[in-house]
């Protein structure tokens, strides 16, 4: 899968889990981070974590810690970007990113594979996940080619909202079940991480 490469999106602030990173809060005897890598990691030629603040707390993970490459904690849209400026610096250069949030745990090990079937089925610009008839745009596969148009976005027009910016191409949907669980799920409250640790256990 050298023409893939992924980039976790951990840039966000946690405010309903008290702040803080969310990748690294334990859950089932290791950092979430952890879980995510696991099942990803086969899937892709190389793994990038997109977070700001000292790289130093994910050193136990020997990743590429990315900061946001425009400043002022945009959201992900930004971290998209920045993930797309690492894979095109990468050598040889991988065709696709994809990008999963650093707070979901679940993350389905065919991923790759149906983003991927989907996107060249329906001959799109992108693909991006979906379960239970929801879309999660954040988990999503992106043509490098439109790293500069994305800059632009996000630049130029203070495009903030993953959606407005894949509204513009055509984007194929992978779909997934919801049962027995949501590969999906992902933790923003307290009660979520104990349900995560439900569900790992089933």
């Known amino acids: ?90 050598q040889p250069q991988p065709e696709w990113l994809i990008t999963v949030p650093g707070d979901g745990p679940l993350l389905p090990r065919d991923l790759c594979a149906r983003l991927l079937a989907a996107q060249e089925q329906e001959g799109a610009d992108l693909a991006c996940a979906a379960s239970g008839g929801r879309s999660h745009p954040v988990i999503a596969l992106w043509r490098l080619d439109l790293t500069d148009a994305l800059k632009s976005a996000v630049e130029e027009e203070g495009l903030r909202k993953v959606d ?4 513009r191409y055509s984007l194929a949907t992978a779909s997934w079940q919801t049962e027995p669980c949501d590969p999906f799920f992902n933790i923003n409250r307290p009660e979520d991480l104990a349900e995560a640790e439900r569900l790992l256990a089933d």
């Open 1 to 90: 899968m050298t023409a893939v490469a992924a980039v976790v999106l951990a840039g966000g602030q946690a405010r309903r889990m008290g702040g803080g990173d969310k990748c690294l809060l334990p859950l089932g005897g290791q950092p979430l981070l952890a879980h995510i890598l696991e099942r990803l990691s086969p899937q892709v030629g190389g793994i990038a974590l997109n977070a700001n603040g000292p790289a130093e707390r994910f050193s136990d993970f020997g990743l590429p810690v990315l900061p946001d490459a425009i400043q002022g904690s945009l959201g992900p849209l930004a971290g998209v970007l920045t993930g797309l400026l690492w894979a095109k610096s990468l």
């Open 164 to 167: 407005l910016w894949t509204g």
